[in-house]
């Protein structure tokens, strides 16, 4: 076999071999420069899921550089940001469904717009469409501690309301999200006081948030009357002392004492003993 026959034979090879490779190149899984993020918390009991890529600073000038001002921004990197909500909720003051949105912002240097969009499954905000919004609520920005990282947190939560910031340079956006907790309780305990741990439960809800305070009484009455317990006396004891009753308060959380250490004479008694106190002192 002649020489050059050989080398054209040996390039074809070669190039049959790269072919072959090209696939498993093509698969490749290399780390992004703004890594993957996924942040969730619970307020009452609607859960919040953010999803989201972390650019870096690196030194870049980012508001107003990077990240233009009066321009539509996926609010991150790579994917467009999504924000998800377990139950209906209400965005400083507006009410949203349930579901999963993209989350872009309109950056300004005195007031951001936040977007909520009904389309969650897009690259970026190539494909932004205005008339897909959901929501949009405008918010005041801050000055905020370094973050080299864009990080979306809860700066502050309740059992009806928690605020969502994305902070990312010496800059903070907040906004505020509340949810019907109470009213999901109250829904769910209709339904289940039937049982006197139930009944218990959806009393001393309502007592420790003062809310539905009538019918939490016939709750803890309820209670009380399926099976006497040390929680259930100690909550009606509870009742008692809010309408003024603190002599009747007080033999009754007494009483719930007595009947806590006659089921387990090992019972933890201190919340029953601190409201005695509470209440012997006045």
Request: glycine share 4%.
């Amino acid at each position: 076999m002649k020489k050059s026959r050989i080398f054209a034979v040996a390039v074809v090879m070669g190039a049959a071999a790269l072919l072959a490779a090209a696939p498993a190149l093509a698969q490749l899984d290399l780390p992004r420069p703004s890594p993957k993020a996924t942040v969730s918390q619970t307020v009452g009991l609607t859960d919040i899921t953010i999803t989201y890529c972390r650019p870096s600073v690196k030194g870049r000038v980012i508001w107003g550089g990077l990240v233009p001002y009066d321009q539509v921004w996926r609010t991150g990197a790579n994917e467009a940001t999504t924000i998800a909500f377990s139950d209906e909720v209400t965005i400083e003051g507006t009410k949203l469904p349930a579901g999963t949105y993209a989350l872009f912002t309109i950056p300004g240097k005195d007031e951001w717009t936040v977007i909520f969009s009904k389309n969650p499954k897009q690259s970026g905000a190539f494909e932004y469409k205005q008339t897909e919004d959901a929501l949009r609520i405008k918010v005041t920005p801050h000055v905020a501690d370094n973050h080299e990282l864009l990080t979306f947190i809860f700066p502050s939560v309740s059992t009806e309301s928690a605020t969502v910031a994305m902070v990312w340079e010496k800059l903070a956006v907040p906004f505020t999200v509340k949810v019907d907790t109470t009213a999901k309780v109250l829904a769910a305990a209709r339904k289940a006081v039937d049982d006197w741990r139930l009944a218990y439960r959806a009393a001393t809800f309502c007592l420790d948030n003062n809310v539905n305070l009538d019918e939490a009484r016939g709750w803890m009455a309820k209670s009380v009357a399926m099976k006497e317990t040390m929680y259930n006396l100690a909550g009606q004891a509870r009742f008692l002392a809010l309408d003024g009753k603190k002599a009747e308060a007080i033999a009754l959380a007494k009483k719930a004492i007595v009947v806590g250490k006659a089921a387990d004479p090992k019972v933890d008694t201190a919340v029953v003993d601190n409201l005695l106190k509470e209440w012997e002192k006045k």
